[in-house]
């Protein structure tokens, strides 16, 4: 599939009791996940969300498992912000959300968005559970929890949301490899506060398993402090995803 061409479907009309959501969800050799995940957004579907899927180069069978299980499965550039840019320049909804393959949306959300329509939040984020997550990496979630509701910062992992119109306003994600989620937190603080929904998204916590909890706690940390004293995000990717030993 070439970059921005989206798989063949006709979509159905909006209907005027349609939830006017678009979930955009960056994918990249997704295919253990994308399954689960887009399972779970069937019911949103038949309420009218719509679902576009953006692939960034999967070598695995990502595009085949997603397709039929969303309204556009596309092909971009590699890359989650400019995967996310290009889902959302597809989508027709008032609100985006942007949706990582592992992570799971509360299963009331279309009760979550009545609240969004009578807010005057344009943004807003999701508290988060780590899925069968140990003593420790619970004391981590609240302490993430805590985090962004004081800080007004928020992560991929939370789900972050926005009106459509008001991310076109600002221009979309920074085309950037990492940090892409603070750098718009802090572009739309400027447009209002955001709705923190207490409700959480469930997100997996592979990269814990897989690297340690500690190891990752104190990567992130150095992480984070590094972009906020200035340090480009080119190199905080080198610094997140190290190259493999040979």
Same mark, same amino acid.
């Given at each position: 599939?070439?970059?921005?061409?989206?798989?063949?479907?006709?979509?159905?009309?909006?209907?005027?009791?349609?939830?006017?959501?678009?979930?955009?969800?960056?994918?990249?050799?997704? =295919?253990?996940?994308?399954? &689960?995940?887009?399972?779970?957004? %069937?019911?949103? +579907?038949?309420?009218?969300?719509?679902?576009?899927?953006?692939?960034?180069? &999967?070598?695995?069978?990502?595009?085949?498992? =997603?397709?039929?299980?969303?309204? %556009?499965?596309?092909?971009?550039?590699?890359?989650?912000?400019?995967?996310?840019?290009?889902?959302?320049?597809?989508?027709? +909804?008032?609100?985006?959300?942007?949706?990582?393959?592992?992570? +799971?949306?509360?299963?009331?959300?279309?009760?979550?968005?009545?609240?969004? +329509?009578? &807010?005057?939040?344009?943004?807003?984020?999701?508290?988060?559970?780590?899925?069968?997550?140990?003593?420790?990496?619970?004391?981590?979630?609240?302490?993430?929890?805590?985090? &962004?509701?004081?800080?007004?910062?928020?992560?991929?992992?939370?789900?972050?949301?926005?009106?459509?119109?008001?991310?076109?306003?600002?221009?979309?994600?920074?085309?950037?490899?990492?940090?892409?989620? *603070?750098?718009?937190?802090?572009?739309?603080?400027?447009?209002?506060?955001?709705?923190?929904?207490?409700?959480?998204?469930?997100?997996?916590?592979?990269?814990?398993?897989?690297?340690?909890?500690?190891?990752?706690?104190?990567?992130?940390?150095?992480?984070?402090?590094?972009?906020?004293?200035? *340090?480009?995000?080119?190199?905080?990717? %080198?610094?997140?995803?190290?190259?493999?030993?040979?």
């Amino acid at each position: 599939m070439s970059k921005n061409q989206s798989s063949t479907k006709t979509v159905p009309p909006i209907e005027d009791d349609a939830l006017p959501l678009s979930i955009v969800i960056p994918v990249l050799n997704e =295919a253990e996940e994308i399954y &689960s995940c887009l399972r779970h957004l %069937q019911p949103l +579907r038949k309420q009218g969300v719509q679902v576009i899927v953006v692939d960034g180069g &999967s070598e695995d069978a990502t595009i085949t498992v =997603a397709t039929p299980l969303a309204d %556009q499965v596309i092909s971009s550039e590699k890359g989650r912000a400019r995967q996310m840019n290009a889902g959302a320049a597809l989508a027709d +909804r008032d609100w985006l959300l942007f949706l990582h393959a592992d992570t +799971r949306l509360p299963a009331n959300l279309s009760d979550i968005m009545i609240v969004w +329509r009578f &807010s005057p939040a344009v943004w807003g984020y999701f508290g988060v559970k780590v899925r069968d997550a140990p003593p420790l990496l619970r004391v981590v979630q609240w302490c993430m929890n805590r985090r &962004s509701f004081l800080t007004r910062i928020s992560t991929g992992d939370q789900c972050q949301f926005v009106k459509r119109e008001v991310f076109e306003q600002i221009g979309g994600f920074a085309d950037i490899p990492l940090m892409e989620d *603070v750098e718009l937190s802090k572009r739309l603080k400027k447009k209002s506060r955001p709705l923190f929904v207490n409700a959480k998204a469930e997100t997996s916590g592979r990269k814990w398993q897989r690297d340690g909890i500690w190891p990752t706690i104190f990567l992130m940390w150095r992480l984070r402090l590094a972009y906020f004293l200035g *340090v480009s995000p080119v190199v905080l990717e %080198q610094r997140y995803y190290p190259p493999e030993k040979p």
